[in-house]
């Protein structure tokens, strides 16, 4: 198992800047890809951004060129810093771990804000 907590999250003015960050522990040695989804009142759960062990990253349409991903493997932690944000970002975070045949691992999720 994997335990994940984030943090950063908040209420920001259109325009503004958040970074996310994950924190991972547990069964870390297994992970393939850590991400980020998001979850709108009434909509799907939907990627929004994602980044392999070997560094790839893979981003949905609707951020491109506004969100960057990163991880630093020493500290087991996944950020996504957040530019120019909308109004249409606002949701809730979640952070995720693919661990392939060993399964996929949820944080609670955090609220993420953006004022008009």
């Known amino acids: 198992q994997v335990q994940l907590v984030e943090s950063g999250g908040g209420l920001v003015q259109a325009g503004g800047s958040l970074r996310l960050s994950c924190v991972a522990s547990g069964s870390i040695f297994s992970i393939i890809a850590m991400g980020w989804y998001r979850q709108a009142p009434g909509k799907q759960r939907e990627l929004v951004a994602a980044?392999?062990?070997?560094?790839?990253?893979n981003y949905a349409d609707s951020v491109k060129g506004r969100f960057t991903i990163s991880r630093d493997t020493a500290k087991n932690t996944v950020y996504l810093q957040m530019n120019s944000l909308k109004p249409e970002d606002t949701a809730v975070y979640h952070c995720?771990?693919?661990?392939?045949?060993?399964?996929?691992?949820w944080g609670q999720g955090i609220q993420v804000t953006v004022s008009s």
């Open positions: 995720n771990v693919e661990r392939g045949w060993r399964g996929t691992s």
């Open positions: 980044i392999t062990s070997g560094g790839m990253t």
